[in-house]
C-alpha cells in the first residue's frame, strides 16, 4: 500500500468508527449498565434450571462425584411410575368431579365477559386432562405399587397445604385488609400490630410455635384447659399436625396479604363510593358492586402468590416435625432436600425440583393469561 | 325516653365503633401473644421456666438469658454471618438492579425486546426449588462454607429489575436533558441524578431485599453446613433439635429475640416504605 492511499483511506476510517460510535453510544452503554446483572442472573438463576434438566438425565451420586451414567428418563419414570400401574374411573372420583367443575365455572366466567374465551379454553383443557385424565392413573390392586410411594405421599401432603392455606389466608387477608382501611391514627396502629408477625424468621416462627402449642408446657394448652379442653397433642397427631402448622402459618404470613390488599383498596375510586351513597346503596350493596370487583386482579395476583409461596413450603414443616408424624407433613421440597442431601441421589432430586418448577410454571401462566391486558 | 335514645342513628353508630375497637383490641392482643410470650420467656429466669411457662409477663424477670447468649455457644457469630450476608446482599441487589434498571428505563439498545422478557421470565423460577443445580456449582468450585456462596445467587433478583424500570420509567426527563446539555456523562447522570430521585423505590426494595435475605432459611441449610458458617435463622433452628429444651427454654427464647431483634428495629422504623414496597413490589404498578 503506497502512502497516498493510506492518506486518504485514514480520515474515512476514523469517521466511519466516529459514526458507528455515535450510532450505537446508547447500546453500548446500556450493555455495561446491564452486564453485572445479566452476569449474576444468567449464572446463578438461569443456568442452573438448564443444569437441573441435564442433572435430572442422569444417575448422579452426590458422593462420588465423577460418577454419574446417562440414564434418559429413567429419573421421572422412578419418580411418577410403578409397577402395574393402571387407570379407572372410579379412583379418588368425588376429588376429580370437583375438579372438574373448574370447566363450566370457566366459561360462565367467560360468558360473563370476566375471562377472555381462549382462557377458559385453556383451563378446561387443563382441567380435563389433570382430572378426567392423570388423576386416575393409580397402581392396580394386584401387586401395583408406586416406585416412589413417598414421593406421592409428599405431593400429596403439599397439595393439602396448597388447598387449606391458601383460601385461608386470602379471606382473612381480605377481611383484615376491610376491617383496617382507613386513615386513622389508631387503624394504622393495628396494622402495625397485626403485619409484625410478617418479619420473623422462620425458625423464630418455629421457635415460638413449637412451644405454644406443646400440650404439657404451651400457652395454647394452658388456655383452652381454662375453658376445660384437654391439651392436645397437636404436632404429634397424624391428623391435626398439618392444621397445626397451617395456623401457624396463617399467623406468620397474613398480614403480607392484608397489605396487598389494602393497598387494592387505595386504588379504588372513592367518588364510586359517594356516587353510591347518593343512590341510596347500603353498605352490602357497595361491597358487591365496587369493592370486589375493584379489587379483582389485586385478588387474583394475591391468590397467585399465595399458591406459589404454599407449594415452596418447607422450612416451618421441617423444623417443627421432620415431615411427621408418619410422614403426615413430609412435603416436596422436603423430599427433594432428603433424596439430595441424604440419599445423595441428585439425578433424582432435580427431576423432582423441575416436576414443581412446572407446577408454579402452570400456575404464573394462569396469572398472566387472567390478568387483564394493559394498554 | 331513654329507649328512644338507644335506637337514634347516632347513638347506635357511635355504640357500634365501639364494639368493632373492642373486637379489635381483643384480636391484636390474641394475634400479639405468641410475641409477648417469646419476650417473657426470655426474661424469666430457667429455674422458674421448669415449673411455670405460661405466664405472659415474667416472674422474677432478669436478663441473665441474654447475657449467657454472649457467654455460650455460636449465637454472636451466627448472628454476625447474618449482618454480613444480609447488607451485602442487599446492597449488591441494589446497585445491580438500579443499573439494569437504568438501562431498560432510560436507554434505546438493540436486543432490549429480547433482554427485558428475558429478566421477567426469571420471575418464575422459582428459588426454593433449583437448590440442587446451585449446590453442585458451588460444590465444584469448592465454594460452601463461604460468604460468597451464601450471597452470589441472592443478589440477581429479576423483581427488583421490574421494580426499578417501572419507577425509573416515571420520572420525568427534563433534569437529565438540561444535564446532557452541560455535558454530563451517562454515569454522573445515573449516579448523580437518577438514583438521587429513585431512593422511594431503593428504600423498598432494599428494607424487602434484607428481611427475605436474613429470613432465608433453605439455601443456607444447604450450603454452609460447618457450625461456623451458620446464619442466625439456620442455627436457630438448629438449637430447637438438640438444645436441652426443657432446662435452657429461657435462653433459647432469648436468642430469638436477638435473631427478630434486627428486622423487628427495621420494620418499626421503615413500615410505611415496607409496606409500599410490597404493594409495589407485587402488585406490578
Redesign the interface.
Same mark, same amino acid.
Not at chain 1, 192 to 197: D, E
Not at chain 2, 31 to 35: A, D, R
Given at each position: 500500500m503506497s502512502d497516498s492511499t493510506l492518506a486518504a483511506h485514514a480520515p474515512l476510517q476514523i469517521s466511519r468508527w466516529r459514526r458507528w460510535w455515535d450510532r450505537?453510544r446508547?447500546?453500548v452503554?446500556?450493555?455495561l449498565?446491564?452486564a453485572?446483572?445479566?452476569a449474576?442472573?444468567s449464572v446463578?438463576?438461569?443456568?442452573?434450571?438448564i443444569?437441573?434438566v441435564y442433572?435430572s438425565l442422569y444417575d448422579w451420586d452426590l458422593l462420588a462425584?465423577g460418577m454419574r451414567e446417562f440414564i434418559g428418563l429413567k429419573n421421572y419414570a422412578s419418580m411418577a411410575w410403578g409397577t402395574g400401574i393402571t387407570w379407572d374411573l372410579q379412583h379418588l372420583l368425588v376429588w376429580r368431579l370437583v375438579g372438574l367443575v373448574t370447566i363450566p365455572v370457566s366459561w360462565w366466567a367467560a360468558f360473563r365477559g370476566s375471562m377472555r374465551r381462549a382462557t377458559a379454553g385453556w383451563l378446561s383443557v387443563a382441567a380435563a386432562v389433570l382430572f378426567a385424565g392423570i388423576m386416575g392413573i393409580h397402581p392396580g390392586e394386584a401387586g401395583g405399587r408406586w416406585n416412589d410411594a413417598v414421593f406421592w405421599t409428599s405431593l400429596g401432603n403439599t397439595v393439602e397445604f396448597v388447598l387449606i392455606s391458601t383460601p385461608l389466608i386470602v379471606v382473612i387477608g381480605l377481611a383484615m385488609a376491610l376491617?383496617l382501611n382507613g386513615s386513622g391514627r389508631?387503624l394504622g396502629l393495628?396494622r402495625?400490630?397485626?403485619?409484625?408477625?410478617y418479619?420473623?424468621?422462620?425458625?423464630?416462627l418455629?421457635?415460638?410455635?413449637?412451644?405454644?402449642l406443646q400440650p404439657q408446657?404451651?400457652?395454647l394448652a394452658?388456655f383452652l384447659s381454662s375453658l376445660g379442653v384437654e391439651p392436645i397433642p397437636w404436632l404429634t397427631n397424624p391428623s391435626l399436625a398439618m392444621p397445626a402448622i397451617v395456623m401457624a402459618t396463617l399467623?406468620w404470613t397474613v398480614g403480607?396479604n392484608m397489605?396487598?390488599f389494602?393497598?387494592?383498596l387505595q386504588d379504588i375510586d372513592p367518588t364510586l363510593y359517594e356516587a353510591a351513597e347518593i343512590d341510596g346503596a347500603g353498605r352490602l350493596m357497595q361491597f358487591r358492586h365496587i369493592t370486589l370487583p375493584g379489587l379483582q386482579r389485586?385478588t387474583l395476583?394475591v391468590i397467585v402468590?399465595q399458591i406459589?409461596a404454599s407449594?415452596?413450603i418447607?422450612?416451618q414443616v421441617y423444623?417443627m416435625t421432620r415431615g411427621g408424624p408418619g410422614g403426615s407433613t413430609r412435603v416436596l421440597?422436603q423430599h427433594?432436600?432428603e433424596s439430595?442431601?441424604r440419599d445423595f441421589e441428585?439425578g433424582y432430586?432435580?427431576a423432582m425440583?423441575?416436576f414443581?418448577?412446572v407446577i408454579?410454571?402452570v400456575v404464573?401462566f394462569f396469572q398472566f393469561r387472567l390478568s387483564p391486558q394493559e394498554e | 325516653m331513654s329507649v328512644a335514645d338507644w335506637t337514634s342513628p347516632k347513638l347506635r353508630k357511635r355504640s357500634g365503633e365501639i364494639i368493632?375497637?373492642v373486637a379489635?383490641s381483643l384480636a391484636?392482643f390474641i394475634?400479639?401473644?405468641?410475641?409477648i410470650?417469646?419476650f417473657s420467656?426470655s426474661l424469666t429466669p430457667n429455674e422458674i421456666l421448669k415449673t411455670i411457662?405460661?405466664s405472659?409477663i415474667p416472674i422474677k424477670p432478669t436478663l441473665q438469658n441474654y447475657i449467657s447468649v454472649f457467654q455460650v455457644g455460636l449465637t454472636p457469630r451466627w448472628f454476625l454471618n447474618s449482618i454480613i450476608v444480609t447488607v451485602v446482599t442487599t446492597v449488591g441487589t441494589l446497585?445491580?438492579?438500579a443499573?439494569?434498571g437504568?438501562?431498560?428505563a432510560r436507554?434505546?439498545?438493540? =436486543?432490549?425486546n429480547i433482554?427485558f422478557p428475558f429478566?421477567l421470565?426469571?420471575?418464575?423460577?422459582?428459588?426454593? *426449588?433449583?437448590?440442587?443445580? /446451585?449446590?453442585?456449582?458451588f460444590?465444584e468450585f469448592e465454594m460452601h462454607n463461604t460468604y460468597p456462596a451464601l450471597i452470589?445467587?441472592r443478589?440477581?433478583a429479576?423483581l427488583g429489575?421490574f421494580i426499578m424500570t417501572q419507577f425509573l420509567k416515571a420520572i420525568p426527563r427534563d433534569i437529565e436533558e438540561a444535564a446532557e446539555l452541560d455535558g454530563a456523562s451517562?454515569w454522573t447522570i445515573?449516579w448523580k441524578i437518577m438514583l438521587p430521585m429513585s431512593v422511594p423505590a431503593l428504600t423498598a426494595l432494599g428494607i424487602f431485599t434484607f428481611?427475605l435475605t436474613?429470613?432465608d432459611?433453605?439455601w443456607p441449610l444447604?450450603s454452609a453446613t460447618e457450625k461456623e458458617m451458620f446464619t442466625?435463622?439456620?442455627g436457630?433452628?438448629s438449637l430447637? =433439635?438438640n438444645f436441652a429444651q426443657a432446662t435452657e427454654?429461657g435462653s433459647?427464647?432469648a436468642r430469638?429475640v436477638l *435473631?427478630?431483634a434486627p428486622? /423487628?428495629i427495621?420494620?418499626?422504623v421503615f413500615?410505611r416504605q415496607l409496606?409500599?414496597g410490597?404493594?409495589v413490589g407485587?402488585?406490578?404498578k
Open positions: 450505537n446508547d447500546s452503554d446500556a450493555y449498565f446491564l453485572p446483572f445479566l449474576v442472573y446463578f438463576v438461569i443456568y442452573p434450571v443444569q437441573a442433572m462425584m376491617a389508631s393495628y402495625t400490630a397485626f403485619f409484625a408477625s418479619v420473623f424468621s422462620v425458625s423464630v418455629t421457635l415460638i410455635w413449637g412451644y405454644l408446657r404451651g400457652i394452658a399467623w403480607f397489605v396487598l389494602l393497598a387494592g389485586t395476583m402468590l406459589i407449594f415452596q418447607f422450612g423444623i421440597i427433594i432436600y439430595g442431601f441428585l432430586a432435580s425440583s423441575l414443581l418448577f408454579m410454571f404464573s | 368493632f375497637y379489635l391484636a394475634w400479639l401473644v405468641p410475641i410470650w417469646m420467656l411457662t405460661t405472659l446497585v445491580l438492579c443499573m439494569a437504568y438501562a431498560f436507554l434505546e439498545f438493540k =436486543g432490549k433482554l429478566v421470565a426469571g420471575l418464575m423460577v422459582p428459588k426454593e *426449588a433449583m437448590f440442587i443445580p /446451585l449446590f453442585l456449582m460444590a452470589l445467587p443478589v440477581a429479576p429489575v451517562r445515573f428481611i436474613w429470613n432459611y433453605l444447604v442466625i435463622t439456620t436457630l433452628a430447637q =433439635g427454654l433459647l427464647m430469638g *435473631a427478630s428486622l /423487628l427495621l420494620f418499626l413500615q409496606i409500599r410490597i404493594a407485587s402488585g406490578g
